[in-house]
C-alpha cells in the first residue's frame, strides 16, 4: 500500500491559520495594532481604505525590527514572547503565538518597513502570498510601517462572505476603540479613505473615553478602584441615565487584554439590579488585573476568550466593586430611568399629527377590515362567517367587528366579535405598559411597546419603499453631532431619511444640519432621537435584511412608546386601531408577540 499522508506546505498551513487567525478585516488591524503596542510605541495611527480591503497600514514610532527581526517576523511560530512552556502562563503582552504575519502574508500582500532608532536606513520586505518579492534598505521614520494590500485577493471566497462594507467598518472601528481605550497614555490616529475619524491625544481614561463616545458622558462616569489580595478592579462605569437599549459600549480587560465574558458581564449587570431596565446595558470600561498564572487566555485563536482558576471569586469581587461604585455616587435604586428622553419616545398621537401618526380613531369600522382578518382563519367556522358577511354586510358594519388573535392556550387563530354598542368596554392600562381589551370569548392583552414598534415600522417601511412624507421646514435650522465613527454610516442614512420627512446636511466633520423635519413631529430632543435610531441601525447591520427594512425597525424601535408610559383611554382605542390595520399585528418587527389571547376557558381552567 503506497503512502497517502503527507506534510503540507509551509503556504497553505499558513492560509489554515489564517483561517482561525484573521477572520475579515478587523482580525487584520488587531494584530497590527497589538503588535504596535509590544513594540512600545507611544504614537499610533491606523490607515484604512475601502473598507480594509484594499489596504490596512499601522505606522508606529515603537522600537523597530532588526534585519533579521525583519524577515523572521513571517515565519510561522516566530515570537520574541515565549523562550520555554510555562511562559505561556506569565504572558502580559499581547500577540505571542507568532501566527498573524505569517498568516497575514499568506493571503495579503505585505510591505513592511522598519527601523530602529539607533539605526539610520530602514529595512524593507515586500511580501506576496508567503513568498519574498523583495528585501532592501529604504528611508523612513524610526518606528515599523507594515501595510496589508488587497486582503483575500487569492481566497476568493472568505472575500465574497465578508459582510457589507458598512459591518466590516463597525468591525474596524470597534478594534480600534478596544486598543485605544486599553492604552490611553499612547497617541492614536484613524483615517479612513483619506478622512481623519479619530485623533486621539494621550491623556486619561476619562479623557479617552470622552473621545472615543460622547461629549455628554462628562458628568456622567462614575469611578471604579478596588484593590484586594486577589485582583485589583479599575476603571469607569456609566451613570445608570445613559444606560442604552443596545449592546456595544461594555468593555472588559483583563491585564490589558480585551476579553468577551458573558460570566463577568452578567456580575456587572446584576450590580445594577433595578437601577436600569431589564432590556438595558449600562456603560463600563473595566480593568481586572490579576496574576497571569491564574488565568488561560490561550483557549481561542484571537485570544479573545479566557478562563480563571476561581470565576465564582472573579464574579463576586466585581459585582461588590460595581455596588460600591454605585453607593458612593448615593445612586438609589428607586429612581425610575425608564422614561429617559420620553417626550421622543411617546409617539401615540392624536390625529393629523404629521407622519408618526396613523391614526385610525377618525375611521370606521367596516367590512374590508374583517375581511382581512377572517381571511387569515382557515376552517369552517371562517367559512361561515364570510357568508354571514356577504349576505348582510350592512347589519355587520353597525354592529361589529372581527378581530383575529393567537389564542394563549393553543397558539391557533380563533375569529372572535367585539362589541362596538355603546356598551363596548373601556380598554384598560396596566403598570403603564399593557393594555387589556375585552372581547366576546374573553380578551387578549396587549405590548404597547411592542405594538407601537409594528405600527411605525409598517408605516416607515411603506413611506421608504413606496412615497416620502411631508417635510416642515425649519425656521431655525438645528444642528446634530454625530459621533466620529458613524459620520460615514449616518452620511448614507440621509436621503432614507428624507423620504421620512427629514431634510439633514452633511456640515462637515461629524456636524449635520436638521433643516426640515417630517409635519407634526416634535424636534424637541431630536439629537436623542436620532442617536438611538443610528445605534439600532448599526446594532441590526449584522442581519440579513434590506437597508430599508433596517431603517424602518430602528427607527421604529427608538420611536415607539416605552413600557411606563401613562396612555389615555383614547390613546389605548388608537393603538388596538392601528395594530389591527397592519398587515401582520401578531410579532413586532423583531419577531415578538404584540398581544396575547385568553378565553373565559382559559380563566375557569385557573380555578379549578
Known amino acids: 500500500m503506497s503512502d497517502i499522508i503527507n506534510l503540507l506546505p509551509e503556504a497553505i498551513a499558513n492560509q489554515i491559520a489564517a483561517g482561525e487567525v484573521i477572520q475579515r478585516p478587523a482580525s487584520v488591524v488587531k494584530e497590527l495594532m497589538e503588535n504596535a503596542i509590544d513594540a512600545e510605541a507611544t504614537h499610533i495611527t491606523l490607515v484604512v481604505k475601502n473598507y480594509g480591503k484594499s489596504l490596512i497600514q499601522v505606522i508606529d514610532n515603537g522600537k523597530g525590527m532588526s534585519e533579521t527581526d525583519a524577515r523572521m517576523c513571517f515565519e510561522r511560530h516566530a515570537t520574541s514572547k515565549i523562550r520555554e512552556a510555562k511562559d505561556l502562563f506569565a504572558i502580559k503582552t499581547m500577540g505571542f503565538r507568532g501566527e ?64 457589507t462594507d458598512s459591518v466590516e467598518l463597525k468591525y474596524i472601528t470597534e478594534e480600534f476603540k478596544r486598543v485605544a481605550l486599553a492604552y490611553p497614555e499612547i497617541r492614536f490616529k484613524f483615517i479612513h479613505n483619506d478622512n481623519e475619524i479619530y485623533n486621539l491625544l494621550s491623556g486619561s481614561l476619562k479623557k479617552r473615553i470622552l473621545g472615543l463616545f460622547r461629549k455628554t458622558y462628562e458628568q456622567k462616569l462614575l469611578r471604579v478602584d478596588e484593590d484586594t489580595d486577589v485582583l485589583k478592579i479599575s476603571g469607569l462605569i456609566g451613570n445608570p441615565v445613559i444606560a442604552r437599549k443596545q449592546k456595544g459600549e461594555q468593555y472588559i480587560f483583563v491585564n490589558n487584554r480585551y476579553v468577551k465574558s458573558h460570566y463577568l458581564n452578567h456580575a456587572i449587570r446584576g450590580a445594577y439590579d433595578t437601577l436600569i431596565g431589564e432590556d438595558q446595558y449600562p456603560f463600563y470600561v473595566l480593568f481586572l488585573d ?18 480563571f482558576d476561581d470565576e465564582r471569586l472573579i464574579y463576586n469581587y466585581l459585582k461588590v466593586s460595581i455596588k460600591h461604585a454605585l453607593g458612593r455616587y448615593s445612586l438609589s435604586p428607586k429612581l425610575d430611568f425608564e422614561n429617559e428622553n420620553s417626550e421622543i419616545r411617546s409617539n401615540i398621537h392624536r390625529p393629523n399629527n404629521g407622519p408618526f401618526s396613523n391614526s385610525l380613531a377618525s375611521r370606521t369600522r367596516s367590512a374590508p377590515v374583517m375581511r382581512q382578518w377572517q381571511s387569515l382563519y382557515k376552517g369552517q367556522e371562517g367559512a361561515e362567517l364570510q357568508k354571514e358577511l356577504d349576505n348582510d354586510s350592512s347589519d355587520f358594519q353597525r354592529s361589529s367587528e372581527v378581530l383575529t388573535v393567537p389564542s394563549a392556550a393553543t397558539g391557533d387563530l380563533l375569529v372572535e366579535t ?43 417601511l411603506k413611506s421608504l419603499n413606496e412615497s416620502e412624507e411631508l417635510t416642515q421646514k425649519q425656521l431655525f435650522p438645528t444642528s446634530l453631532q454625530i459621533a466620529k465613527d458613524k459620520v460615514e454610516i ?58 430599508n427594512e433596517n431603517l424602518a425597525r430602528a427607527m421604529a424601535q427608538g420611536a415607539a412608546i416605552k413600557k411606563g408610559k401613562k396612555l389615555s383611554v383614547e390613546e389605548m382605542r388608537t393603538l388596538v386601531d392601528e395594530l389591527f390595520a397592519c398587515e ?13 389571547n385568553y378565553e373565559l376557558e382559559d380563566l375557569e381552567k385557573l380555578f379549578s
Open 100 to 163: 498573524a504575519l505569517a498568516s497575514i502574508a499568506s493571503i495579503a500582500e505585505v510591505e513592511l518597513k522598519t527601523r530602529p532608532a539607533d539605526i539610520e536606513v530602514a529595512n524593507l520586505i515586500t511580501i506576496k502570498t508567503s513568498e519574498i518579492i523583495e528585501q532592501s534598505y529604504c528611508q523612513a521614520e524610526a518606528g515599523t510601517s507594515i501595510a496589508v494590500k488587497n486582503l483575500f485577493f487569492n481566497v476568493p471566497a472568505r472575500r465574497k462572505f465578508l459582510k
Open 290 to 307: 490579576l496574576d497571569p498564572s491564574t488565568i488561560d487566555i490561550n483557549v481561542h485563536p484571537t485570544k479573545q476568550e479566557i478562563k
Open 418 to 460: 367585539l362589541p362596538l354598542d355603546a356598551e363596548e368596554k373601556e380598554p384598560y392600562q396596566i403598570h403603564n405598559s399593557y393594555v387589556i381589551v375585552q372581547i366576546k370569548n374573553g380578551f387578549f392583552i396587549l405590548n404597547q411597546y411592542l405594538a407601537h414598534q409594528r405600527i411605525l415600522f409598517e408605516k416607515y
Open 584 to 596: 401582520n399585528p401578531y410579532t413586532s418587527p423583531i419577531g415578538k408577540k404584540c398581544f396575547v
Open 490 to 547: 449616518f452620511s448614507e442614512l440621509t436621503s432614507e431619511l428624507k423620504k421620512l420627512g427629514f431634510d439633514i446636511q452633511s456640515f462637515g466633520g461629524d456636524t449635520f444640519v436638521v433643516h426640515g423635519i417630517p409635519a407634526g413631529f416634535n424636534n424637541s430632543n431630536l439629537q436623542g432621537l436620532m442617536e438611538m435610531l443610528l445605534d439600532q441601525y448599526i446594532s441590526n447591520l449584522d442581519l440579513d435584511i434590506s437597508k
